[in-house]
């Protein structure tokens, strides 16, 4: 690594704000990245080898959540790491810059449209339950939206990016897996507008509309009855859901929001300050969805306690006398 001077932030003659250096990302990067990573994996063991944990429907969004946030540090994040830490791809193939440009696109929007659908799932879980009392309604209640929103995102981001109808021009300085749009795009406007709007604005919304109504209904349901529908049961569902909310509201929102305003024509002399900065942070939305669903684990703080505590006390032997 650089020297320790490196880790400031810089500006530059044509910009009117603060930039980071190339080495303040990389430490912005790596250090939640690994935190994360082990977050996951902490997250994980709990929810998939504890059966009651595995089984509860309103784990399934939160585990898919996790497990494409994992890949996506493992791959994307350590490639960007790599890039500003070393100012080329850690491979110089085309072949890899479309699986990065894939990675970053496929993974990150599938996650968004996944969770704008646990807000609504929410609502069902909560107070229509009736809805999945069997199987055959647990299936298409529950199952298949999740199978075909994570077959939508994979297969559609497949086509567009690994079956262009126009020309791939590599280059190894150029940071394809962040800054990079598939090359359809400049040949086929409407695909760039229908992938702002379907994949990343409309569930946008669904996460702020569809998040604040579950708590004014919550609210006004504990205010009417005096208690919300079984709460000491329901309170983790919420709590987790709208922790998450929040995650999305501060790191995904403005970034979707300037990013689709500057696709539709907007000038990007406009705002370019929030542009950068939610750029940025933007993969901070993958970094804290493991910590905010691991504080809605049973006995949290115990797990905790049992995780980092390393002075145990000796328990006294005592031996028969004769």
């Not at 930039?19 to 303040?24: G, L, Y």
Request: charged share 10%; hydrophobic share 50%; glycine share 2%.
């Amino acid at each position: 690594m650089s020297n320790v001077s490196n880790i400031t932030i810089v500006t530059t003659t044509t910009s009117s704000f603060l930039k980071f250096s190339s080495t303040a990302r990389v430490w912005i990067y790596l250090i939640p990245n690994v935190l994360s990573i082990c977050c996951s994996i902490f997250v994980l063991y709990h929810f998939l080898f504890k059966r009651t944990l595995r089984q509860a429907l309103n784990n399934h969004v939160i585990i898919i959540l996790i497990i494409i946030g994992l890949i996506y540090e493992l791959t994307d994040v350590f490639w960007l790491i790599h890039y500003y830490h070393f100012h080329f791809a850690l491979f110089s193939t085309p072949a890899f810059a479309l699986i990065w440009m894939y990675i970053d696109f496929a993974f990150e929007i599938t996650q968004v449209m996944l969770f704008a659908w646990a807000t609504i799932e929410r609502h069902i879980l909560i107070f229509h339950s009736g809805w999945l009392s069997t199987k055959k309604k647990r299936f298409f209640v529950h199952y298949l939206p999740i199978i075909i929103i994570i077959t939508y995102g994979m297969v559609y981001y497949g086509v567009i990016i690994f079956f262009p109808l126009c020309s791939f021009t590599f280059d190894n300085t150029h940071l394809y897996g962040v800054t990079g749009n598939p090359c359809i795009y400049k040949f086929i406007p409407f695909i760039a507008k229908w992938d702002w709007i379907v994949n990343q604005i409309i569930p946008t919304v669904i996460i702020i509309i569809f998040s604040l109504a579950l708590l004014i209904r919550v609210l006004l349901q504990k205010h009417r009855l005096h208690r919300s529908i079984n709460w000491k049961k329901q309170r983790k569902m919420i709590i987790q859901l709208i922790s998450i909310s929040l995650i999305y509201f501060i790191f995904f929102i403005p970034y979707t929001l300037i990013s689709a305003a500057y696709t539709f024509g907007l000038s990007r002399t406009f705002a370019p300050a929030l542009a950068y900065y939610s750029g940025v942070f933007l993969f901070y939305m993958i970094f804290l969805v493991p910590f905010a669903a691991c504080t809605t684990l049973p006995d949290f703080k115990t797990k905790i306690k049992q995780l980092f505590c390393c002075n145990y006390r000796r328990q006294r032997v005592v031996h028969p006398t004769t």
